[in-house]
């Protein structure tokens, strides 16, 4: 299932969440997906979610929970 049908099953089932949030749930499932496909979701993320000067960190974070998630 590509990300970004993965992450908007999951920002529909979870209505409260953060765009964010629901993101890293995609992220964990199983599957990996490149920078590129996690890049182009997290442009859609709603940018209230995190600070301007914090975005390099978030998108970094959500590339290593990915890594991270595989190597399990």
């Given at each position: 299932m590509?990300?970004?049908?993965?992450?908007?099953?999951?920002?529909?089932?979870?209505?409260?969440?953060?765009?964010?949030?629901?993101?890293?749930?995609?992220?964990?499932?199983?599957?990996?997906?490149?920078?590129?496909?996690?890049?182009?979701?997290?442009?859609?993320?709603?940018?209230?979610?995190?600070?301007?000067?914090?975005?390099?960190?978030?998108?970094?974070?959500?590339?290593?929970?990915?890594?991270?998630?595989?190597?399990?």
């Open positions: 590509k990300l970004k049908r993965r992450w908007d099953i999951i920002k529909r089932e979870n209505e409260y969440w953060s765009d964010t949030n629901c993101l890293a749930v995609a992220l964990t499932e199983g599957r990996h997906y490149s920078k590129m496909e996690i890049a182009k979701v997290f442009k859609m993320c709603d940018k209230t979610d995190y600070g301007n000067e914090d975005k390099g960190e978030v998108l970094e974070s959500l590339y290593r929970l990915n890594n991270e998630n595989m190597s399990q």
